[in-house]
């Protein structure tokens, strides 16, 4: 104890501060001092074999790996060539199948504009077909439904003669007549029209001359009024045609109907003719007409037969056309029947 207390204790620096230490290599051999097992020489033979193995060995794995990446790769792009000839064969497939289709397509169509035109020219022909069977036709309204049916012919036949004094029985011959159903626009009070076919033709046209002068009518009939019979298709185009005729009676220019369905208006000695509702409007707005969109829409208040045949008669007086509340047709006095037939 006195001993290890009389020794001295290292300092902070001595501590701190590395001791020499020998290394192994300089440190002297156990072997007795002999002679070293590997001469120079031969390490580094050895060393300068093994590289050039390595190296061998090294590039037959690179051309190992080249030669197998290139056949990997040729049979990839054989496939990717395979595959874009199949998609382009198929591409030309699909432009070839569209051209044939858009040729189809375009020959269809132009048959079908062909057909369209057929079909009209054919529904017209029919609608004229239809008209002329129906020219020997009137439709009257106003009789009160208080006549019985089997008293129509002798009542229909003292009217007719009231309005052409001095004709024959014989000629104002009928060879049917009947009531028809009311159409959904009528009035509840208003009486059914009645429909009867002229056996001549020119009695029919006299009868309609005559109600163009409406003070033939009388106090008797005149509650009265007289229609020529169309088809429901010719009344259809001439609906359209409902707000020209309208502003035209209102300017009091005179027209008539032609055929196919259009108007034939005489304006200031020029003959202008309308075949459509279109071309109507923008030869009216040019010559200053003002087209009343409202036209189709406009109704008579009804009371009673009585209230009706004023509300006609006095449109009548005041234009030298009749407009037909139900959407029938329009008659104009101006010109005669035959005319308006085309």
């Not at 208080?146 to 036949?157: E, F, G, K, N």
């Not at 829409?297 to 009749?322: E, W």
Request: aromatic residues 6%; hydrophobic residues 35%; charged residues 30%.
């Amino acid at each position: 104890m006195a001993t290890a207390k009389g020794k001295k204790a290292p300092g902070t620096k001595e501590f701190f501060t590395p001791r020499p230490s020998r290394r192994r290599e300089d440190a002297d051999p156990q072997d007795g001092g002999g002679s070293p097992s590997h001469s120079p020489n031969s390490a580094t033979g050895t060393n300068e074999g093994d590289l050039l193995a390595f190296t061998t060995r090294m590039e037959t794995l690179f051309k190992d790996f080249s030669s197998s990446l290139s056949t990997r790769l040729d049979a990839v792009s054989a496939d990717i060539r395979k595959d874009i000839q199949e998609i382009g064969d198929r591409t030309s497939h699909l432009e070839n199948k569209m051209s044939e289709m858009a040729n189809a397509h375009n020959d269809m169509a132009t048959a079908v504009e062909s057909m369209e035109a057929k079909l009209l020219q054919c529904t017209n022909k029919l609608a004229d077909l239809e008209d002329r069977s129906r020219r020997h036709n009137l439709k009257i309204r106003g009789i009160p439904e208080t006549i019985h049916p089997r008293d129509l012919m002798a009542y229909v036949t003292d009217f007719f003669t009231h309005l052409l004094p001095g004709v024959a029985h014989d000629t104002l011959l009928m060879d049917r007549i009947h009531r028809i159903p009311k159409p959904p626009s009528a009035p509840h009070k208003a009486s059914r029209d009645v429909i009867l076919k002229m056996h001549y033709y020119k009695p029919r046209e006299d009868v309609l001359r005559a109600m163009r002068k409406p003070e033939k009518l009388g106090s008797q009939y005149e509650h009265l009024e007289i229609y020529p019979d169309f088809s429901k298709a010719t009344l259809q185009q001439r609906r359209l045609f409902r707000p020209l005729t309208t502003s035209l009676r209102e300017a009091g220019i005179l027209y008539r109907w032609g055929f196919p369905t259009k108007l034939i208006i005489l304006r200031e000695d020029v003959t202008t003719v309308l075949t459509s509702p279109t071309e109507g409007r923008i030869t009216l707005e040019s010559w200053g007409l003002k087209i009343t969109e409202d036209a189709q829409d406009r109704r008579p208040t009804l009371k009673g037969d009585t209230g009706l045949a004023a509300t006609l008669n006095g449109c009548a007086r005041k234009s030298y056309a009749l407009p037909d509340p139900l959407l029938m047709t329009d008659i104009v006095f101006v010109f005669d029947r035959k005319s308006q037939d085309g």
